[in-house]
């Protein structure tokens, strides 16, 4: 999810306009900082990052992109934080990002769900409520801090399978940035020139999935059983993205003052 995201808010286009002190919410015994030397061998601390980037879209949605790293401590006021940028800058929604391990097969288009707690915005993009019931992470205590805001969020997360034991899986990151590059209504993020081609990429991580696969008899039984699963499930959690992009801009327009189009 946070590579999917960082290609949103390219350094060449980004602008940080502010930043998260991390002292307060980190215990650093488990988040330590890390020493690093740069080319003048010049020693420097490199502490959590908690930073907003400001990146701007001709003809499109503006953004502004939070990364960082889930706070051990204090996370209200951390909640607080998100909340008071949002209100300066005028955002209109939230959208957060996520991955889950998940019994699902690396040889299937990954799927990718979505869901609000605002009841307008769930019937506008045709998704439902939040279900889960239990411990939380920062982006459920987000996502309530902003509804008491007033401010609609949404939650999109793709699932990875599970076995891939920590592999890298780039169709999982491609699925999860094509839908929100619908919902927010913006153009994919073109890759940099020294990055590989996305679809080779897919194929590439695709045929060491398969080897892997390949190599254990029951590991290739139990993916045969997740493909007949998988091709069994009907329909999609969420509208296809040119449906979810169409809902969302009619939800944002008619949530609207009149004097701000």
Known sequence: ATTALDEFAPAERAVTIGEIDPDPFYDFTQARPTVEIDEGGVRALSWPDNEFDVV?????????????????????????????????????????????????????????????????????LGIGAPTYQGPTGVAGVL???????????????????????????????????????????????????????????????????????GADPQLERYVRMLELEYDRWAEAEIPSADDLAAQFEQFLNDHRPDDNP
Not at 184 to 213: F, Q, S, T, Y
Request: with cysteine; hydrophobic share 45%.
């Open 56 to 124: 701007r879209n001709p003809g499109h949605r503006d953004l502004v992109v939070l990364v960082g790293t889930e706070p051990h401590l204090s996370w209200r006021t951390y909640a607080g934080c998100v909340r008071r940028v949002a209100e300066e800058l005028g955002c209109e929604v939230m959208v957060t990002v996520g991955a889950t391990a998940e019994a699902a097969p690396h040889t299937r288009q990954p799927r990718v769900t979505g869901s609000t707690t605002d009841p307008a915005l769930a019937r506008a």
């Open 143 to 213: 996502q309530a801090e902003f509804a008491a805001a007033g401010i609609p969020s949404v939650s999109l997360r793709v699932g990875v399978p599970h076995y891939l034991m920590g592999a890298e899986h780039p169709a999982a990151i491609a699925a999860l940035q094509a839908h929100l590059a619908h919902v927010l209504g913006v153009p994919m993020p073109p890759l940099p020139d020294d990055e590989p081609d996305r679809e080779a990429e897919i194929a590439r991580w695709r045929a060491l999935h398969d080897e892997a696969v």
